[in-house]
């Protein structure tokens, strides 16, 4: 006889087996501040020119040797709900400005930090909220009064370099000016095709990069139009004024719908039962090669038949597997992708100046060269000793890109080196005085969360923070308002004006980065109860193994 054992009493009864519920200060609403905070720790080392590289080890075993916060938390696969809400923050910043991700977790993780202290002493998390959202409102209001700097032409490339290289330098201290040269070229370029009204569409993908192996980062270049890592399929390596035919087909013999089954009896019949085939796929080459087009451009294999016409044709064969790319070269070029192996019209073909095959260092690459006037599309070719050194100067060279982007719709700038930082937190606490309830205190503390950037930017260098912040303050009074950390300073806290060595901060990253930091840090405040449902059930972990979920 089966003994029926009654439920928990609360949530827990309605539910099925298996749900774990918390709830209340301790259980739920501590739980998931202490997880962001932890979280938030972990990429806080990372921050600024001096921030340390995290080693990362996906689940495919892929290793990542980087300090953007945008890689660590794409890669670290964040199992905790609340922690999750952060990441969620962090890649609306990315998708919204390019940078600035680590702001959001860091303030987000500082303002959680100073919101548990305010619950112990029993404010309540609706005041806290309350005073989070009043402060935002008042740092939103007063830092359009920052702007230092502003870059009114996207195609005066002083303007510009002086915005990315702060950018830049968070990413590649010292190679900054080198890097910010490169992305001010490749933006340029293909900002100078468009007409003025056009130049808030300004797409990052149309900057390509290409990283080979080899050299170092010095023998970098940009070039206006695309490299592709592979070889030619046929016997010609170059073109000049080539005009562009591209298919996304294999240039091959088409094979028939239908299958059948032929009886050859003599090697007459054999011979005129390939030749209709080959006549067939020689007329379709003629009939390209007649139509203007120099070079052929395949998504699909090339048959040894068709190379064969295609030298006997003079016509250049690149094949580019991915579509991506390929519909990316007809961007460049000005060409019609077509599916079937049929000969282009005017309209259909596209034309660069030159289709080469070069050497970099020991790897053939084909470029599409276009002159810079015609250029829609320029590459960056990154030369390094690794592969991971590579793929973090392309993160800083995409951060660049990105802040060309954003400067395209908002050419302000506000002081960096944690000034702009440090005026916010003088003004917010002096508002603080100003507000008669409980939320002062979050206000007071709103500010006192904005000191943890200065702050890790010091402690990243090996400077005494506290000294620091006390020297800052002190120059703020002064009316000093553009005056930060001075990150090469040895000994003593040193302060920088930030103005005069033109270290600058996009102002678009921290309007954005501050709304989603402090949206992110109140909705895990607003949370009171977590639920959570039993797993569905799958295979089981090898080992006889739990999940971590399981454990706890």
């Known amino acids: 006889m089966a003994l029926h054992v009654p439920k928990a009493p609360g949530v827990t009864q309605m539910l099925k087996d298996g749900v774990r519920y918390f709830s209340g200060l301790e259980e739920a609403v501590f739980r998931n501040i202490s997880a962001c905070k932890l979280f938030a720790q972990s990429v806080r080392t990372a921050y600024g020119p001096n921030g340390m590289n995290k080693m990362v080890i996906n689940h495919l075993e892929k290793l990542f040797v980087t300090s953007d916060a945008a890689t660590i938390i794409k890669e670290l696969d964040v199992e905790h709900p609340a922690a999750k809400l952060l990441v969620l923050a962090s890649e609306m910043q990315e998708a919204e400005v390019g940078d600035g991700t680590n702001f959001v977790i860091i303030f987000a993780g500082a303002l959680l930090d100073a919101a548990e202290e305010l619950l112990r002493l029993g404010i309540t998390t609706s005041e806290i909220v309350e005073g989070y959202e009043v402060a935002l409102e008042k740092t939103l209001e007063e830092l359009p009064k920052l702007v230092i700097y502003e870059a009114k032409d996207c195609n005066n490339i002083e303007q510009i370099k002086a915005g990315i290289t702060t950018a830049i330098m968070s990413k590649q201290y010292g190679k900054e000016d080198f890097i910010a040269n490169l992305v001010c070229q490749a933006c340029i370029s293909i900002l100078s095709t468009n007409s003025p009204a056009s130049n808030t569409t300004f797409n990052v993908d149309n900057v390509r990069i290409c990283k080979i192996l080899g050299s170092g980062l010095h023998s970098s270049q940009v070039i206006q139009g695309m490299v592709f890592k592979r070889h030619v399929e046929g016997d010609i390596t170059k073109t000049v004024n080539a005009k562009i035919a591209v298919y996304t087909c294999a240039v091959d013999i088409t094979q028939t719908e239908t299958k059948g089954t032929v009886l050859i009896k003599s090697a007459d019949e054999l011979m005129n039962f390939s030749r209709g085939e080959e006549v067939m796929l020689e007329s379709q080459i003629k009939s390209i090669a007649e139509s203007g087009a120099t070079v052929i451009v395949s998504g699909g294999k090339f048959g040894d038949m068709a190379l064969y016409y295609l030298n006997k044709y003079n016509l250049m064969a690149v094949r580019v597997p991915s579509k991506f790319d390929l ?218 193994k739990t999940n971590s979920d399981d454990e706890a």
């Open 327 to 544: 519909r990316r070269l007809c961007k460049a070029v000005g060409a019609v992708a077509l599916s079937k192996l049929i000969p282009p019209t005017k309209e259909e073909l596209g034309s660069t100046d030159t289709v080469h095959v070069d050497e970099v260092g020991d790897t053939n690459v084909v470029v599409f060269q276009l002159h810079q006037q015609d250029s829609r599309i320029s590459t960056i070719i990154i030369r390094g000793s690794t592969d991971n050194y590579m793929d973090d100067i392309e993160r800083a060279i995409d951060d660049g890109v990105n802040t060309f982007k954003a400067i395209t719709r908002d050419g302000r700038f506000l002081p960096g080196a944690g000034a702009t930082e440090i005026e916010l937190a003088s003004r917010i606490a002096s508002f603080a005085d100003t507000i008669p309830g409980l939320e002062q205190y979050a206000v007071r503390k709103f500010s006192s969360a904005l000191e943890v950037f200065p702050k890790t930017l010091a402690e990243n260098s090996g400077t005494q923070a506290s000294e620091l912040l006390s020297k800052l303050y002190a120059s703020h009074k002064e009316g000093n308002i553009n005056y930060g950390f001075d990150i090469e300073s040895s000994g003593a806290a040193a302060i920088i004006d930030a103005e005069k060595n033109r270290i600058f901060d996009l102002y678009l990253t921290k309007f954005w980065a501050l709304k989603y930091a402090v949206n992110a840090a109140c909705t895990v405040l607003k949370i009171d109860q977590i639920i959570m449902a039993k797993r569905a059930g799958g295979p089981k972990l090898p080992g006889g």
